[in-house]
């Protein structure tokens, strides 16, 4: 079955102490990105990737790094969270000629404490 | 700075009614716009999408109206079901490879 798979699928930390969601499709993809999901302000990118050791910032990047070193694995890494990084995190991949037809996976609701 | 937003952040529709659900958007140079549905728990699930040289176009049980004079897009789901409860987010592309989503409208189907 063709998906994205994000884990954990809940985390609850604290602050300062590194984490690291990991992601990981199946579809060949090329493009991967990450989205954090807030109330009242929609779906806002984090970073990009466009291919293997390619990436890029997108909307929200501060705070958080990336890495793209398989083509089918783009985990987000954060290296010290605070609490304004609470959110709900969604992973998407999809064709690089087809980027408007993003496959999500289920998320990952973070909780920094 | 550019942006796509949803005109209404509720919508209720009784269940067999057709839905309408609307989107500004700001950026004239945008190629298409994309809607996505979320469901509970869920990650978005892309829906349909139109580009800017299009004014209409029809998926099953969906149709996407682009409007380029005033920025509009909308969304008709016709003969609304249960299932059709969600968040639907309308999303523009950007420079590069990204894509701008608004808000979200969340239908309730009743």
């Known amino acids: 079955e063709a998906q994205v798979t994000q884990n954990p699928r809940y985390l609850i930390t604290v602050t300062g102490k590194k984490l690291t969601v990991t992601c990981s499709q199946n579809?060949?993809?090329?493009?991967m990105s990450w989205y954090r999901q807030d109330p009242g302000l929609g779906l806002r990118q984090i970073y990009y990737?466009?291919?293997?050791?390619?990436?890029d910032k997108g909307d929200v990047p501060e705070g958080y790094k990336v890495s793209r070193k398989e083509k089918r694995n783009f985990p987000l890494i954060l290296e010290s969270p605070s609490p304004n990084q609470t959110s709900l995190y969604f992973c998407?991949?999809?064709?690089?000629?087809?980027?408007?037809?993003?496959?999500f996976g289920s998320g990952t609701q973070l909780s920094v404490l | 700075g550019e942006s796509v937003g949803l005109h209404l952040p509720t919508l209720s529709v009784q269940e067999g009614d057709n839905s309408i659900i609307n989107c500004a958007y700001s950026n004239s140079a945008s190629d298409y716009f994309i809607w996505y549905k979320q469901e509970s728990g869920k990650g978005p699930q892309f829906i349909i999408d139109i580009r800017s040289n299009m004014d209409k176009r029809q998926g099953q049980r969906v149709t996407v109206l682009l409007n380029k004079t005033v920025k509009h897009l909308s969304l008709q789901i016709a003969a609304t079901q249960p299932g059709d409860s969600a968040v639907y987010f309308c999303a523009e592309n950007r420079a590069g490879y990204a894509l701008n989503f608004g808000k979200g409208t969340s239908l309730l189907v009743t």
């Open positions: 998407a991949s999809s064709l690089v000629g087809a980027v408007e037809k993003l496959f």
């Open positions: 990737s466009m291919n293997v050791e390619v990436t």
């Open positions: 579809m060949n993809h090329e493009y």
